[in-house]
């Protein structure tokens, strides 16, 4: 049997025309447009073309963006005083500082810079808390995609074994806490886990979020498992997922594509995450 497949680019091609006519009528509403700050500091390949997807999401959701790209040899003052600025710009709903930020920066510093209203990632500690503690609040895009596309598919996640493999501040922990939140028996996994075949294979559903290509083999996928490949990378000029894409699909219920899959609804997320921004902004001030 051949799992069925979640279009992660379909769903968001879906989700951005839903957005871009909320968008709209927010701009009737409230007489300006919703607005996305997108900071990047050095020149990181990566994080480069990130960013301009990030920004050409924007284009085609109708969010205004302003894009600031600081030299690798900024300082912490020079990145903290555009945080200062743009936080104090009220025609500003969103503040994104893409990451990882070059060496020498205090990342926890000037992620807690970021007014918790406009934290479009959901990285500032007010806002993972809330999480934790099961309070509506916005939630780190990955893994809120990886929610979207589970509900779009009718796939519920209450009572199952949810098992999840990294455990990164990003994609890892708030997944988890979103499973859980949906009452899922949660287990993290990470590089110091013993018999992670064992407990993959107890899995009804299975994220892989560790960053390694292919790492996950369909000896360690049960039978009829939702399996979710949160990884991008890139091998000989390819994109590789974390997953062994053409033997674990044999085994799986659904699976997601690299690309294709989780990295489209990423980006639709964070789209998503700075309209509702600028909505409960905008809600706050009457
Ligand atoms: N770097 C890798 N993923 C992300 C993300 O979701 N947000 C930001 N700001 N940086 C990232």
Partial sequence: MSAVLIDGKALSARKREEIKKKCEIFEQEYGRKICLA????????????????????????????LSFTLP?????????QLICALSADES??????QLPLPKGLDEDRILNLI???????????????KLLLGKETIV??????????????????AGKNAVVIG???????????????????????????????????????LVAAIGKPEFVTADMVKDGAVVIDVGIN????????????????????????????????????????????GVRRERAKS
């Fill in 38 to 65: 997108v900071v990047l500091v050095g020149n990181d390949p990566a994080s480069e073309v990130y960013v301009r997807n990030k920004i050409r999401g924007c284009e085609a959701t109708d969010i205004r963006s």
């Fill in 92 to 97: 500003v709903d969103g503040i994104l500082v």
């Fill in 140 to 157: 780190a895009c990955t893994p809120m995609g990886v929610m979207t596309m589970l509900h779009d598919n009718d796939i519920s996640v």
């Fill in 72 to 80: 690798q040899t900024a300082s912490q003052n020079d990145v903290e």
């Fill in 167 to 205: 455990r990164s501040n990003i994609v890892g922990k708030p997944m988890a806490m979103l499973l859980l939140r949906d009452h899922a028996t949660v287990t993290i996994c990470h590089s110091r886990t013993k018999n992670l075949k064992e407990i993959c294979k107890n899995a009804d559903i």
């Fill in 234 to 277: 890139r091998v000989n000029g390819k994109l590789k997922g974390d997953v062994d894409f053409d033997s674990v699909k044999e085994k799986a219920s659904y699976i997601t594509p690299v690309p294709g899959g989780v990295g489209p609804m990423t980006i639709t997320t964070l789209l998503e995450n700075t309209y509702l921004c």
């Fill in 115 to 129: 007014p918790t209203e406009k934290d479009v990632d959901g990285f500032h500690p007010v806002n993972v808390g």
